[in-house]
Structures are given as structure tokens and as C-alpha cells.
């Protein structure tokens, strides 16, 4: 057991007062969290382990009492120590999204999910908290990330002066484009694995702490074209029109409206690439790998579609799709 197991442990037996409980490893996500089902008494609760300083507890719970407060599932905050970085939070199970979603009921359960969205773009005034703006600055900076990242230390690519124009292009065109949209309470991380099948057609809703004031589809983009699991384009746009009119966006045309579910897709992916590709090349964890193949095809088919991507689906064709191969075989190795 880790030093911050065993302070996770002494927390919860002197200031949780939990006595003979079971500690459970439950599944993570991309960020240095770590969770733990604590079963007691018949009982079940989740502890997480947020490090400070790479992790904030602070924004978990804010966020969490204002979307409670708008009448959404988040979970409910027991007891916290924001400087050691630990919670204790109720359990809403094991029935995310990813697991549960099939042909058969992906409408009706993407249906739930986008009323519970509607509720929460609304979030935006919090009481002692106040979510960063997504700007333009913010989305080139995490766009030069995954340059750095995904490009540079995965694929081993070295990019010339033309490349590196091309790129800047490209990501001011996506961050100017995702600017010019109603600005919105923005989970940032809206997506299968992050929100939990509840009764009564409830959604519960997890990991909103790092979540920001920015671009209306950002949200919806993350849900229906997840990194993690993938529907058909034309299912896809069905939804994304269809939560359109729930919120009444009758001043924004389908086509434009379209235009920046496309364009704010695919800077989110390539952010997604990044994430991945630091997991592997930084912490040694492989796990995110198998979904890079996916969210490529996301970006490709936006890149198809729009004469300002052109530059960048000839390099996705000349260049990165053939790293890939060389890297996929040592990753095999």
C-alpha cells in the first residue's frame, strides 16, 4: 500500500469514523484521481484521492452542490479534506453509459442525457466559484499540446516551418470558430464514461471538476462523438439537431449550428489525442492507445468536409497516418 492509501485509510477511520469497512480499486480516468468503493455496515460509498497540487477538490464539490441545486444527480459529498485532497461521496454503482449503451436503447438513453445537458449548460452562476473561460488563447495553447505531444513524442515527427504554419492555421481557425458560439456552463468531460445510469430514467453525472464557461457544443460533441464509443454520422447529427431545438437555438441556422458541432469535434479530439498519448508517454499507461484509431476517424471525416482543413487531412495522409504504423508496431513489441 502507497503512502497516500495509507492516509486515505487513517482519514477514513478517524474523521469518516468507518470501522471494519472493505476497500474496493474502482476504474479510473485520464487524471492522477484515484477511486475506492468503501462498503460498511451494508453500505457503499466511493472515497476519491485527488493530490494536491496536481488535483483540486475545491471545484469537485462547488460544482457538485450547484448542479444539485438545478435538481441533476451529482454525488453527495459526506466529508472532505480539500488540503490532503480526499472525499467521500455517495455510490451511484457501476452503470455507466459505456457499459450500458446498445442499438436498442442508445436513443432513449442519449435522450436522458441531453435533458440532463440542457439543465446543466445553465450553471453558470456559482456561488464562490467561478468556472475559467474557454477562450480562443486557452484552446491554441492545448492545441500546441497536442503538437507537442501527440506529433512530436509519440509519433516522432519533426515538423518543418511550412508544417508549423499550416498547424497555426489550423488551430486558430478551430479556437476562432468555437469562440463565436453562445458561451455556456461547460462539463468539459460530457461524455459514456462519465455519466452513470440511475432509476427513473436519472443520469448521474461524474468528473465536472475541471469544468469551464465555454462553446455550446462542446458538450454535445464530447457525448455523441465519445472517444470511447461511436454511432452512425447521420444518428449523430439527428441527436445534436434534435438538442438544438430542445434548447430553442431557433436564431442559429442547422448548417452553421452543424458547422461548429464539426469544427469544435474535432479540436476537442485532437486534445483527446494528447491526453492519450501523454497517459502513454509519460505515465506508462497504455490504456487510452486502443482509442486513438477512433478519434482519428472523427477528425478525418471533419477534415473531408471542410475546405479550410484541406493542408491538414494532405498531412494526416503524408505523414501521420504512416508514423502511426511505425509506432503501432513497437507499441505491439
Known amino acids: 500500500m502507497d503512502a497516500r492509501q495509507q492516509l486515505l485509510e487513517r482519514w477514513l477511520t478517524t474523521v469518516c469514523q468507518l470501522e471494519h469497512y472493505t476497500k474496493v480499486p474502482m476504474a479510473g480516468d485520464a487524471s492522477f484521481r484515484r477511486y475506492f468503493r468503501i462498503i460498511h455496515k451494508g453500505h457503499s460509498y466511493v472515497a476519491m484521492d485527488a493530490p494536491p497540487p496536481r488535483e483540486n477538490c475545491l471545484s469537485f464539490t462547488l460544482i457538485a452542490d450547484a448542479i444539485r441545486r438545478e435538481g441533476l444527480r451529482s454525488p453527495i459529498i459526506f466529508q472532505k479534506d480539500l488540503e490532503q485532497g480526499f472525499l467521500l461521496l455517495s455510490d451511484f454503482g457501476d452503470r455507466d453509459y459505456l457499459s450500458e449503451l446498445n442499438e436498442k436503447n442508445a436513443e432513449a438513453l442519449y435522450g436522458c442525457a441531453l435533458d440532463a445537458l440542457s439543465v446543466l449548460q445553465k450553471c453558470s452562476q456559482l456561488s464562490k466559484y467561478q ?31 511550412e508544417t508549423e504554419k499550416m498547424l497555426a492555421t489550423l488551430f486558430c481557425f478551430l479556437a476562432n470558430s468555437a469562440a463565436s458560439q453562445p458561451q455556456v456552463f461547460m462539463h468539459r468531460d460530457f461524455h459514456s464514461a462519465n455519466l452513470m445510469v440511475l432509476p427513473n430514467d436519472e443520469v448521474g453525472i461524474l468528473d465536472f471538476q475541471d469544468a469551464f464557461i465555454g462553446p455550446l457544443t462542446y458538450d454535445v460533441v464530447s457525448l455523441l462523438r465519445d472517444c470511447y464509443i461511436e454511432w452512425p454520422t447521420q ?17 442559429v441556422s442547422n448548417e452553421i449550428y452543424l458547422r461548429w458541432f464539426d469544427l469544435m469535434g474535432m479540436q476537442r479530439h485532437l486534445k483527446a489525442l494528447l491526453t492519450f498519448s501523454r497517459k502513454y508517454r509519460r505515465d506508462q499507461n497504455n490504456h487510452y492507445l486502443k482509442h486513438i484509431p477512433r478519434t482519428l476517424n472523427y477528425i478525418v471525416a471533419v477534415a473531408n468536409k471542410y475546405p479550410e482543413c484541406h493542408a491538414f487531412k494532405l498531412f494526416l495522409e503524408t505523414d501521420i497516418f504512416p508514423a502511426i504504423k511505425k509506432v503501432s508496431l513497437l507499441c505491439e513489441q
Not at 444518428?235 to 436564431?251: C, D, G, P, S
Open 131 to 161: 468556472p475559467p473561460h474557454f477562450t480562443a488563447e486557452f484552446m491554441i495553447a492545448e492545441l500546441q499540446l497536442f503538437k507537442e505531444w501527440f506529433l512530436q513524442k509519440h509519433l516522432g515527427l519533426v515538423l518543418n516551418s
Open 235 to 251: 444518428q449523430v447529427e439527428k441527436l445534436a439537431l434534435a438538442y438544438k431545438e430542445k434548447i430553442k437555438l431557433t436564431q
